[in-house]
């Protein structure tokens, strides 16, 4: 089976623009979750989504926003980006929302804000 | 608030011999555990879990014991490799299903 992949793997955006990250998951995983790596904050979670519904959202502001469409595949934007805004997005993705599930990662989108 | 810690940033191992990272967490509610290995550039890799009604689960080179009543994980890799290398990330899950993780430890194992 293919891994997750997440496309762009490297973004350059400048203060004030807004960007659009895309995840596919690995076939027939229902569960896609999004996480935000930092060199200060280490990783943490933005939101899950589960057959098209956000089912848990952490403690970001609601520039951070996503979707899932009915294929599985997630997109997470970010508006009116923030210096602080530049990291490694990672998306994982799990067959359900079942305690035991394990999440995959995919490689990561690194963005850079300017 | 960190939930999950892993104290000790960065460790050395000469190969062979055996590598223990530590992680503790503070939310008695966290029911699942997980292990995770990140090398730069990648994603992080799953290596291997607990739940929270065992106290110990082997795979392979790999061990990761839970103390439930310290709040304490740790996992034991032996022996070190050199392909070991790399950054680990404890992880805790509570009945939200959220993934919560520690800081991360810098693992290096010389040949």
């Known amino acids: 089976k293919a891994g997750v992949t997440q496309t762009p793997r490297y973004l350059i955006k400048t203060r004030g623009q807004q960007v659009t990250l895309s995840c596919s998951p690995i076939?027939?995983?229902?569960?896609v979750s999004w996480y935000q790596q930092t060199p200060g904050q280490g990783l943490q979670f933005l939101f899950e989504?589960?057959?098209?519904?956000?089912?848990n959202k952490g403690n970001f502001p609601g520039r951070f926003s996503g979707r899932q469409f009915s294929n599985s595949r997630s997109e997470m934007n970010v508006s009116t980006l923030e210096l602080g805004d530049s990291a490694l997005y990672l998306c994982a993705s799990r067959p359900s929302t079942v305690l035991t599930d394990t999440q995959y990662f995919g490689p990561g989108t690194r963005l850079t804000v300017l | 608030d960190q939930q999950v810690k892993q104290n000790s940033p960065s460790l050395s191992v000469q190969e062979g011999r055996i590598s223990i990272l530590n992680c503790d967490y503070t939310?008695?509610?966290?029911?699942?555990f997980l292990w995770y290995k990140k090398y730069p550039a990648e994603g992080p890799t799953f290596l291997i879990s607990?739940?929270?009604?065992?106290d110990k689960n082997e795979d392979g080179r790999f061990t990761v014991f839970l103390n439930k009543s310290a709040k304490h994980l740790s996992l034991h890799i032996v022996p070190s490799q050199p392909g070991d290398s790399a950054v680990y990330f404890c992880a805790a899950k509570n009945a939200g299903n959220m993934l919560t993780f520690g800081g991360g430890t810098r693992l290096m194992v010389k040949p």
């Open positions: 989504y589960f057959s098209e519904t956000q089912r």
């Open positions: 607990i739940s929270s009604i065992k």
């Open positions: 076939s027939g995983h229902r569960s």
């Open positions: 939310n008695s509610m966290f029911d699942y």
